[in-house]
């Protein structure tokens, strides 16, 4: 979501006339982007601002000016004590406020002061943003924000505010535009995306299912689902709808119910079980993730085993997984029971050594089998491409710049628990 925004918020600048650049010291404006979900991202933000003041500083003494733009969720959780601690920072913006860069850059004043702008207008910033352009062949778009569950821990809801889903027409009309400006793939975003309940769509299977008459898109994803919040027809999209990929984000967090509960998150493990046999059902080869944490509040050794069986019975292709992060204003930063910092980084290490196995023998399964790769970018090594495959398995093969953003068969000869390696067979005709 984050990415999507920076890019929305390089087009609203596009209007004033300014354009990327990867060369800060020649940067008019240095913008920051910023996360507030785990105190570790959060608390990057002020050594990112330190580094930044020292471009906007080597500029002044050339007799450069340079606006320092704080974005994000930091913002809307604080931004007055964001200025405060950073006083390198000129304006800071929160997520709802982006279409309003432009005027606050225009009218931004060094001897009127410092503007901080983390409020939820009324307006949505999504009519008044310019329309996106694909900036590869594969492309974000934001189809929900905000969030109504209010997990015990999460910030989500303070920050990005309450769920407002985007009306079916805008979002076809958007991705219309991203494939005739080149987009091969589009993963369709939202805080909690399954829960669309805009106009013009009865869910985001219907969306999915009209998206899949756009010619020229050949891949569709989604991400984040709520567990509870699915539906048949978005898990009958994916038998029907042969360019949804096969490919579920679906956050379990804990195979505990006692844990769920005071996470309230709104299902058990057998329900989530459940939604996973459903997926499977309909198509086998999906390849299933999902976000843990470990170590909240009151979890006991049993409660963590009970995290691990559910692991090792739905075999994930792939996983985030986070220690418990106390975060201001949320009800589970309050609860009395907090586990020590030595247990989480215990139970994370062993979850993430079995997720990893997991990982590794997804990935070393496809090896000898030929998949479809959407070819993203140049890799490190000369003469090395990489893309993904279906079922999002980053891939290196030896290639040229003729074959970014085609999708080619490749031979899988290879596999590590974070890529796969491999030859390409043939080009394949668009
Ligand atoms: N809406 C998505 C998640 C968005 S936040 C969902 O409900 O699945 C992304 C992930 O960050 C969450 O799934 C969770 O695993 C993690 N996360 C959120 N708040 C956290 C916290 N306070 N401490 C640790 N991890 C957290
Ligand atoms: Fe946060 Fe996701 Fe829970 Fe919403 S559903 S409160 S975004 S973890």
Same mark, same amino acid.
């Given at each position: 979501?984050?990415?999507?925004? %920076?890019?929305?918020?390089?087009?609203?600048?596009? /209007? =004033?006339?300014?354009?990327?650049?990867?060369? *800060?010291?020649?940067?008019?404006?240095? =913008?920051? !982007?910023?996360?507030?979900?785990?105190?570790?991202?959060?608390?990057? +933000?002020?050594?990112?601002?330190?580094?930044? !003041?020292? $471009?906007?500083?080597?500029?002044?003494?050339?007799?450069?000016?340079?606006?320092?733009? $704080?974005?994000?969720?930091?913002?809307?959780?604080?931004?007055?004590?964001?200025?405060?601690?950073?006083?390198?920072?000129?304006?800071?913006?929160?997520?709802?406020?982006?279409?309003?860069?432009?005027?606050?850059?225009?009218?931004?004043?060094?001897?009127?002061?410092?503007?901080?702008?983390?409020?939820?207008?009324?307006?949505?910033?999504?009519?008044?943003?310019?329309?996106?352009?694909?900036?590869?062949?594969?492309?974000?778009?934001?189809?929900?924000?905000?969030?109504?569950?209010?997990?015990?821990?999460?910030?989500?809801?303070?920050?990005?505010?309450?769920? &407002?889903?985007?009306?079916?027409?805008?979002? =076809?009309?958007?991705?219309?535009?991203?494939?005739?400006?080149?987009?091969?793939?589009?993963?369709? +975003?939202?805080?909690?995306? !399954?829960?669309?309940?805009?106009?013009?769509?009865?869910?985001?299977?219907?969306?999915?299912?009209?998206?899949?008459?756009?010619?020229?898109?050949?891949?569709?994803?989604?991400?984040?689902?709520?567990?509870?919040?699915?539906?048949?027809?978005?898990?009958?999209?994916?038998?029907?709808?042969?360019?949804?990929?096969?490919?579920?984000?679906?956050?379990?967090?804990?195979?505990?119910?006692?844990?769920? *509960?005071?996470?309230?998150?709104?299902?058990?493990?057998?329900?989530?079980?459940?939604?996973?046999?459903?997926?499977?059902?309909?198509?086998?080869?999906?390849?299933?993730?999902?976000? /843990?944490?470990?170590?909240?509040?009151?979890?006991?050794?049993?409660?963590?085993?009970?995290?691990?069986?559910?692991?090792?019975?739905?075999?994930?292709?792939?996983?985030? %997984? /986070?220690?418990?992060?106390?975060? #201001?204003?949320?009800?589970?930063?309050?609860?009395?029971?907090?586990?020590?910092?030595?247990? *989480?980084?215990?139970?994370?290490?062993?979850?993430?050594?079995? =997720?990893?196995?997991?990982? *590794?023998?997804?990935?070393?399964?496809?090896?000898?089998?030929?998949?479809?790769?959407?070819?993203?970018?140049?890799?490190?090594?000369?003469?090395?491409? %990489?893309? &993904?495959?279906?079922?999002?398995?980053?891939?290196?093969?030896?290639?040229?710049?003729?074959?970014?953003?085609?999708?080619?068969?490749?031979?899988?000869?290879?596999?590590?628990?974070?890529?796969?390696?491999?030859?390409?067979?043939? #080009?394949?005709?668009?």
């Amino acid at each position: 979501m984050n990415m999507y925004d %920076s890019a929305r918020m390089r087009d609203a600048l596009g /209007f =004033l006339g300014y354009q990327e650049t990867d060369r *800060k010291e020649e940067a008019d404006i240095l =913008l920051l !982007n910023t996360c507030h979900i785990r105190e570790k991202a959060s608390e990057k +933000l002020f050594s990112e601002v330190g580094r930044m !003041n020292e $471009v906007k500083q080597a500029r002044k003494a050339k007799g450069l000016d340079t606006l320092l733009i $704080v974005a994000g969720c930091v913002v809307q959780a604080g931004g007055e004590e964001l200025l405060r601690r950073a006083h390198a920072v000129d304006i800071a913006v929160g997520p709802q406020n982006y279409h309003r860069l432009p005027e606050l850059v225009t009218k931004f004043n060094r001897k009127k002061g410092r503007v901080v702008v983390a409020d939820f207008p009324a307006e949505s910033k999504f009519d008044f943003l310019p329309e996106t352009r694909a900036t590869g062949a594969s492309c974000f778009l934001a189809v929900q924000e905000g969030c109504d569950h209010f997990c015990s821990y999460c910030v989500v809801p303070y920050t990005r505010g309450c769920e &407002y889903s985007r009306p079916a027409d805008e979002i =076809l009309a958007e991705a219309r535009r991203l494939v005739e400006t080149g987009a091969k793939e589009i993963m369709l +975003l939202g805080q909690n995306v !399954n829960g669309w309940h805009g106009e013009g769509a009865r869910d985001l299977g219907d969306i999915i299912r009209m998206m899949a008459d756009i010619q020229g898109l050949e891949r569709i994803r989604y991400t984040t689902s709520y567990p509870s919040e699915m539906t048949d027809n978005i898990i009958t999209a994916h038998r029907d709808v042969p360019q949804l990929m096969p490919y579920i984000h679906l956050p379990i967090q804990s195979g505990s119910d006692a844990v769920l *509960k005071a996470m309230n998150r709104q299902y058990t493990v057998r329900e989530y079980l459940d939604i996973v046999d459903r997926f499977r059902a309909v198509r086998p080869d999906i390849a299933i993730s999902s976000d /843990f944490i470990v170590g909240f509040p009151g979890e006991t050794d049993a409660d963590f085993e009970g995290t691990m069986d559910v692991v090792r019975q739905v075999q994930y292709a792939s996983s985030f %997984s /986070f220690k418990f992060s106390a975060r #201001p204003g949320t009800p589970a930063s309050l609860m009395k029971n907090q586990i020590d910092e030595r247990i *989480k980084t215990e139970r994370l290490m062993r979850l993430q050594e079995l =997720l990893l196995s997991q990982q *590794k023998a997804f990935n070393v399964a496809t090896v000898g089998k030929t998949l479809d790769v959407l070819m993203i970018e140049k890799g490190r090594e000369k003469g090395q491409i %990489s893309g &993904y495959t279906p079922y999002l398995q980053n891939t290196h093969v030896e290639g040229d710049k003729s074959n970014l953003g085609q999708i080619v068969t490749v031979r899988i000869t290879g596999a590590t628990a974070t890529s796969l390696s491999g030859e390409i067979i043939n #080009p394949k005709a668009d």
